[in-house]
């Protein structure tokens, strides 16, 4: 299981920062429209800090301070601090995964959860975290698109 997850988590952490690298420019990177107030900057940033927060640090004990709030507030980071950042993020989730023994995976997750997801095993709340990182990859696919004018 945990092979195939840190496959999973490295493929589509590249594939996130493919999909930074494919906008036109640092502005449309950075652009809302209409009812779509998160950009593909906050959207990286928001998976920079959950990764680094549950992955990497709950699990694998790698020091992280999340500001969530500033996940949703910083404007204008350059792309290639947001692609540095990515590339931190998914080296610590591949070596955390790849570290981690799997008969923590029916433990409970131990890190602090959202309520609907308090007692989950480390199993299903990395499967719910992969599950949340391709959601928000969906998304900036569909922003870059947007934004690029190629939908």
Request: aromatic content about 8%; hydrophobic content about 40%.
């Given at each position: 299981m945990l092979k195939d997850l840190t496959a999973l988590y490295d493929r589509d952490l590249k594939?996130?920062?493919?999909?930074?690298?494919?906008?036109?420019?640092?502005?449309?990177?950075?652009?809302v429209q209409g009812e779509i107030s998160n950009s593909g900057g906050t959207l990286a940033l928001h998976l920079i800090g959950n990764l680094s927060k549950f992955i990497g640090d709950d699990l694998g004990g790698v020091p992280f301070a999340r500001d969530r709030d500033a996940e949703f507030s910083r404007r204008d980071v350059p792309r290639q601090e947001l692609l540095g950042g990515l590339e931190r993020t998914r080296a610590?989730?591949?070596?955390?995964?790849?570290?981690?023994?799997?008969?923590?995976?029916?433990?409970?997750?131990?890190?602090?959860?959202?309520?609907?997801?308090?007692?989950?095993?480390?199993?299903?709340?990395?499967?719910?975290?992969?599950?949340?990182?391709?959601?928000?990859?969906?998304?900036?696919?569909?922003?870059?698109r947007i934004t690029a004018g190629k939908v």
């Amino acid at each position: 299981m945990l092979k195939d997850l840190t496959a999973l988590y490295d493929r589509d952490l590249k594939k996130l920062m493919q999909e930074l690298e494919a906008y036109p420019d640092e502005a449309s990177l950075w652009a809302v429209q209409g009812e779509i107030s998160n950009s593909g900057g906050t959207l990286a940033l928001h998976l920079i800090g959950n990764l680094s927060k549950f992955i990497g640090d709950d699990l694998g004990g790698v020091p992280f301070a999340r500001d969530r709030d500033a996940e949703f507030s910083r404007r204008d980071v350059p792309r290639q601090e947001l692609l540095g950042g990515l590339e931190r993020t998914r080296a610590v989730v591949v070596q955390t995964l790849s570290n981690l023994d799997e008969s923590r995976l029916n433990e409970p997750f131990s890190g602090k959860v959202p309520p609907n997801l308090q007692g989950a095993s480390v199993q299903a709340f990395l499967i719910h975290l992969y599950g949340h990182l391709n959601w928000h990859l969906g998304q900036v696919d569909y922003h870059r698109r947007i934004t690029a004018g190629k939908v």
